[in-house]
């Protein structure tokens, strides 16, 4: 009697709520485990998998950095470390340079420089009277055409990050103008092979441009019951800032390996353009619209993590959304489309290794430098 009465206790055994916890946070440890293993190891066979190879041309490069320091500093970086496995010589110097000495001294094949802003327009002109090339690629089109209206004539070759730009430099006068957006520089932004000890669901990295406080500011509350934290400058300006304080890195420019770092460990990260309209910040009197994708569209997607970007017209010709990205319009369907690739974790992998195998088959500096030079040296 006493053993059967002993296999029913064993029968109906109930765990308690705090072992049934336990098990279910075994469980989702386990699978969450796996599923961040299996992302890391397709990763990294990704990665493996494409080697960069373009012509390496006899030619000497008089590189003129920005001369801003940061965040332009790790383009200067990216741009001028790609250049020397391109190219037979690149020299690097600053805009503050006798830049027109430095290059009748030197006698480069180019002199290429980056943004502009502080190269005297005159030491170009006697440049080209040498008869070296010049070019220059622009760093924030379209948000500062009034002050490159004042530069750009005085380039042979003129290369923008913004497609709308181009028949308003032609429009001035301009020969010879050319889309090339930024790209990812892998050594900067790549996929980590070890989970991040610090997870974030959500991640938002950038300046809060009032276009941005305006977007987010509705649905702040529904998005901060994620795991979301948000690192840049001006984000006090958000109405109920003090209630995800803890949540926000305020008035801190990070560097490329810690914006690394955070899209790695991010499950989602938000990309959401400024606005080309603001002229809080801009310098574009002639209100010329954004259709190209920012830098960080790259750089987030060579980190392979699943990126949610506001649509711009020319996105589609670099990644296919739905597969490679993916695109909201509206700040609900930003939320919706968070909480649907939150509980969807094959779906957010496979088009976050999309993107991953994308950018690296055509959107790093190498790419992009190849295509420069194939333009001016065809």
Request: aromatic residues 12%.
């Amino acid at each position: 009697m006493s053993i059967v009465k002993h296999r029913n206790m064993v029968h109906h055994y109930q765990p308690s709520p705090a072992e049934e916890a336990r098990a279910r946070g075994r469980e989702a440890g386990y699978s969450g485990g796996y599923e961040e293993g299996y992302l890391k190891g397709r990763a990294d066979y990704i990665v493996k998998s494409h080697t960069e190879s373009f012509p390496f041309r006899q030619l000497h490069v008089l590189y003129v950095a920005s001369g801003k320091g940061f965040p332009y500093s790790p383009m200067d970086e990216a741009i001028s470390t790609t250049l020397r496995g391109l190219v037979a010589q690149v020299t690097v110097i600053e805009p503050g340079q006798p830049v027109s000495e430095i290059a009748y001294q030197l006698m480069p094949d180019l002199v290429l420089v980056l943004d502009g802003m502080f190269v005297q327009n005159e030491q170009l002109d006697d440049i080209r009277r040498q008869g070296i090339k010049t070019a220059v690629w622009l760093t924030d089109d379209p948000y500062y055409t009034d002050m490159t209206t004042e530069n750009v004539n005085h380039y042979d070759y003129v290369f923008t990050l913004e497609s709308n730009c181009i028949p308003y430099y032609q429009q001035l006068g301009c020969k010879q103008v050319y889309h090339l957006p930024f790209a990812a520089f892998p050594d900067f932004y790549k996929p980590a092979r070890t989970p991040s000890p610090q997870r974030r669901d959500v991640s938002f990295i950038g300046s809060a441009y009032w276009n941005r406080i305006e977007f987010l500011s509705p649905i702040m509350d529904r998005l901060m019951q994620y795991n979301t934290l948000i690192n840049g400058i001006w984000w006090d300006r958000l109405p109920n800032f003090a209630a995800y304080r803890d949540r926000i890195e305020v008035n801190k420019w990070m560097g490329p390996q810690e914006t690394s770092d955070a899209y790695n460990a991010s499950k989602i990260v938000i990309n959401l353009h400024r606005s080309h309209e603001d002229d809080s910040v801009n310098n574009n009197a002639v209100k010329i619209p954004a259709a190209s994708p920012n830098p960080r569209t790259f750089e987030i997607s060579a980190c392979a993590t699943l990126q949610l970007t506001d649509s711009r017209s020319d996105l589609a010709k670099l990644y296919t959304p739905g597969k490679e990205i993916e695109t909201y319009n509206s700040p609900e369907e930003l939320l919706d489309k968070i909480q649907y690739y939150l509980h969807h974790e094959q779906e957010r992998r496979e088009i976050a290794l999309n993107a991953l195998d994308r950018t690296l088959r055509e959107h790093t500096y190498g790419h992009r430098l190849n295509q420069l030079l194939s333009i001016v040296f065809p």
